[in-house]
Every structure is written in C-alpha cells, then in structure tokens.
C-alpha cells in the first residue's frame, strides 16, 4: 500500500487540467474497514492536503458520529476521492472530479484492502461510477433507496452546505437514513 500510495501521490495524470500543480489527497491502508469514496478536494483540502478537512468534513463526522482520532485512523477509514485533485472552480462550485484518477487508481487501492466491510458513496459521481445501472434515476431516490446497496455500499448525498436546502426538503434523510448509517457504521467499526 505504501508504494501505491507513493504512486499517487507522484501522479501527474491530469496536470494540464488543473487550475495549481498537482497535490493528490487520498488516505488508505491495507486494514481499512471502510472506505469513504467522496468527489475531490475542494480549495482548502488541497491547501492543507488533510481529506474532508472543511466543513463539509465537520458534516459528514456528524453524520457517521466520528471523532476526528476515529475518522483519520487508517486502519479503520480510507479516505479515497474520485478525483484526488482539486478540479478548480466552476459555475456554481467547483468543477467535477477529473474522470483519469477512479479508473486509474481504485481497483489497485481497493485490492489492497482485503478487511473492507462497507464503502460510503458520497453523491452523483461516486454513485454512478460505483452502482452504474443499479443507481436510482436521480440521487434522492438513490439515497431514498439506500437498503438496496447494503450491505456493500451505503449511498449518501455531499454533506457539503450547499445541500442544506435538499437536507430541508428531505426529512427523511435524517430521521430513516442517518440512524441507518450510524448503525452500520457501528457494526464495520466497533
């Protein structure tokens, strides 16, 4: 894993994509029991090159109701983006994940980690590379639908503020799939 790692941290791919030099941020270990597959470091993750270190980070920690010590533990979490670099900003946020780093680089991340119990697919990009045909047509009814992934994956919207709206309008986002995750969560990381 440590020579894997090394590899994409040296990546290259997609430089000429990309708004700053490349700085991939993705975090695993071959214990890893679970794996977080989110879309790319945003502006401060790629300054700090920690995962999910913003408030969308904060978010998901509460969610799964994580400690940082707990979130950061390799031997129980992989932090893997679809795209490890920060894509730039776009329209309305930033640009998606670039699409070289998940076929490059997944299989020979998840190979490695033979204990992994449950992998959290967090929005569209993920879901669709992960579920393919199986995802639902959009992604709230992916995330309404979260039993028919289990026990392998377990879908999730971004925790990014910009969903707080969608969170709003979702009730039951909180009340039948949080208590949902947590408990799964609970069983992969005990």
């Not at 490059?104 to 033979?114: I, R, T």
């Amino acid at each position: 894993m440590h020579t894997l790692l090394t590899e994409i941290h040296d990546c290259t791919l997609c430089a000429q994509h990309l708004p700053h030099p490349p700085r991939p941020v993705v975090t695993a270990h071959t214990n890893s029991k679970m794996a977080i597959v989110g879309q790319a470091p945003g502006s401060k993750v790629h300054k700090t090159g920690t995962p999910w270190d913003d408030k969308s980070g904060e978010r998901l920690r509460s969610w799964l109701q994580l400690n940082e010590t707990s979130f950061y533990d390799t031997q129980k979490v992989a932090l893997i983006p679809m795209g490890f670099c920060y894509p730039g900003k776009g329209k309305s946020g930033d640009l998606p994940p670039r699409p070289e780093c998940a076929p490059q680089w997944h299989a020979s991340l998840f190979g490695q980690m033979q204990g992994l119990k449950l992998v959290l697919l967090i929005g569209s990009y993920a879901q669709h590379y992960y579920l393919g045909k199986l995802q639902k047509r959009t992604l709230t009814e992916t995330v309404r639908h979260f039993q028919d992934y289990l026990p392998r994956y377990f879908v999730l919207p971004h925790p990014s503020p910009r969903n707080n709206i969608w969170i709003k309008k979702n009730t039951w986002f909180e009340e039948e799939v949080l208590p949902a995750l947590r408990a799964r969560v609970k069983e992969v990381l005990p």
